[in-house]
């Protein structure tokens, strides 16, 4: 059983910076594609970026190219979402996932997803 557990989230100033976390348990890592979505309250979920297994590919949503940055260890098990220069239209619950197959996550259809972890971003 695949699990995807995510920390890191909190409330910031904007302008300010986290880094979320996202553990993947029970699987081969180093065989997954790893994403981060995000859900604003009253929206749809939305893909963020996503990082292909090798870390040949990686690709991001327009609105947080150039602040976002998606990395793993491959020795911890963990995929990182670091964000810079938060906005408060970043405030959202962010979702990890994981899958086999780059397309799937790209696409938002992951075979896991994480709980959540809510980034508050004031202005």
């Known amino acids: 059983q695949v699990q995807l557990v995510e920390s890191g989230g909190g409330l910031v100033q904007a302008g300010g910076s986290l880094r979320l976390s996202c553990v993947v348990s029970?699987?081969?890592?180093?065989?997954?594609?790893t994403g981060w979505f995000r859900q604003a309250p009253g929206e749809e979920r939305e893909f963020v970026a996503a990082?292909?297994?090798?870390?040949?590919?990686?690709d991001y949503e327009d609105s947080v190219k150039g602040r976002f940055t998606i990395s793993t260890d491959n020795a911890k098990n963990t995929v990182y979402l670091q964000m810079n220069s938060l906005k408060p239209e970043d405030t959202a619950t962010y979702f990890c996932?994981?899958?086999?197959?780059?397309?799937?996550?790209?696409?938002?259809?992951?075979?896991?997803w994480g709980q959540g972890a809510q980034v508050t971003v004031s202005s």
């Open positions: 996932a994981a899958d086999p197959n780059y397309g799937s996550v790209r696409l938002g259809v992951p075979k896991w």
């Open positions: 029970g699987g081969v890592f180093e065989a997954y594609t």
């Open positions: 990082r292909s297994r090798s870390g040949i590919n990686t």
